[in-house]
T-cell receptor, first 116, second 113 residues
Framework: DAGVIQSPRHEVTEMGQEVTLRCKPI?????LFWYRQTMMRGLELLIY????????DSGMPEDRFSAKMPNASFSTLKIQPSEPRDSAVYFC??????????????FGDGTRLSIL | DQQVKQNSPSLSVQEGRISILNCDYTNSMFDYFLWYKKYPAEGPTFLIS?????DKNEDGRFTVFLNKSAKHLSLHIVPSQPGDSAVYFCAASARDTGNQFYFGTGTSLTVIP
């Protein structure tokens, strides 16, 4: 079975450019999560969706970050304009059910973002 | 402020011996705990979980122990193998936080052949 698919795997761009990260969750999963991994803070939840609806975006660092989930099989995380401090690995994860208690999240392989 | 803490950034163990990875949490409402394993350039992979109604869960070489009074959980790997070398993250969630998982900062395990 296909797991969570993220694209691109690597992105290098200049400061000020728009960056769009993409995620395809596991088919049948109805919750989707965007994380950012940094050395200092580990895995930080940015936003999560349930049934395509954003539930909690309190982890989104600034208005420069936005996320959408237009349908059950696709989500985007956009940074506009990008800044060097946004450089990190961004992960997308998905899970089934509405309660986290019994459902592990399954992660994609991440997008390594470098802003020059 | 980290609600889930892994205070040991790294751990080295000889092959065949036991690896013990530790995790502490601060939120007494957490009722579900997980361990993830992460290899370089890959996403975290779910390893094992435990509900707060239990104090132990075992899956092959991996056992997770939960001490609710101490707000502490640990992952035991016996026997350790070189392929276990990876970064291990613990995570926790509570029903009143919906689907949100709180992750520790990870412990890098090296199993020496």
């Amino acid at each position: 079975d296909a797991g969570v698919i993220q694209s691109p795997r690597h992105e290098v761009t200049e400061m000020g450019q728009e960056v769009t990260l993409r995620c395809k969750p596991i088919s049948g999963h109805n919750s989707l999560f965007w994380y950012r991994q940094t050395m200092m803070r580990g895995l930080e939840l940015l936003i999560y969706f349930n049934n395509n609806v954003p539930i909690d975006d309190s982890g989104m660092p600034e208005d420069r970050f936005s996320a959408k989930m237009p349908n059950a099989s696709f989500s985007t995380l956009k940074i506009q304009p990008s800044e060097p401090r946004d450089s990190a690995v961004y992960f997308c994860a998905s899970s089934s059910g509405t309660v986290a208690g019994n459902q592990p999240q399954h992660f994609g392989d991440g997008t390594r973002l470098s802003i020059l | 402020d980290q609600q889930v803490k892994q205070n040991s950034p790294s751990l080295s163990v000889q092959e065949g011996r036991i690896s013990i990875l530790n995790c502490d949490y601060t939120n007494s409402m957490f009722d579900y705990f997980l361990w993830y394993k992460k290899y370089p350039a890959e996403g975290p992979t779910f390893l094992i979980s435990i509900s707060s109604i239990k104090d132990k869960n075992e899956d092959g070489r991996f056992t997770v122990f939960l001490n609710k009074s101490a707000k502490h959980l640990s992952l035991h790997i016996v026997p350790s193998q070189p392929g276990d070398s990876a970064v291990y993250f613990c995570a926790a969630s509570a029903r009143d936080t919906g689907n949100q998982f709180y992750f520790g900062t990870g412990t890098s395990l090296t199993v020496i052949p």
